[in-house]
Nanobody
Framework: QVQVVESGGGLVQPGGSLRLSCAASGSISRLYAMGWYRQAPGKQRELVAAITSGGGTKYAEPVKGRFTISRANFKNTVYLQMTSLKTEDTAVYSC??????????????WGQGTQVTVSS
């Protein structure tokens, strides 16, 4: 069973930065695409960013130019660097490992999520 564990959430002021980390167990996790999703209260979960095993990326429009997804395969870890944070970025952020090297495949494993709160 693959375990996905997120860390790095917290409270930050508008305009601030935060880096989330996601570790997926199993050495072969480096062969799979990974993604970050978020869910705000009363809203549906939405894709934030995703990365293929080869490093190709895609972003949701609201975060383009502000968030950067990256991966360190030797650590089986994916990062989400968030800058210029806005109050509307407040949500629970969850990490997923997809079922193949492409982020067009299905999400297969999920973490528990980490809370990000942007507030003054």
């Amino acid at each position: 069973q693959v375990q996905v564990v997120e860390s790095g959430g917290g409270l930050v002021q508008p305009g601030g930065s935060l880096r989330l980390s996601c570790a997926a167990s199993g050495s072969i996790s480096r062969l799979y695409a990974m993604g970050w999703y978020r869910q705000a209260p009363g809203k549906q979960r939405e894709l934030v960013a995703a990365i293929t095993s080869g490093g190709g990326t895609k972003y949701a429009e609201p975060v383009k130019g502000r968030f950067t997804i990256s991966r360190a395969n030797f650590k089986n870890t994916v990062y989400l660097q968030m800058t210029s944070l806005k109050t509307e970025d407040t949500a629970v952020y969850s990490c997923t490992r997809y079922s193949s090297s492409s982020y067009d495949s299905q999400s297969e494993y999920w973490g528990q999520g980490t809370q990000v709160t942007v507030s003054s």
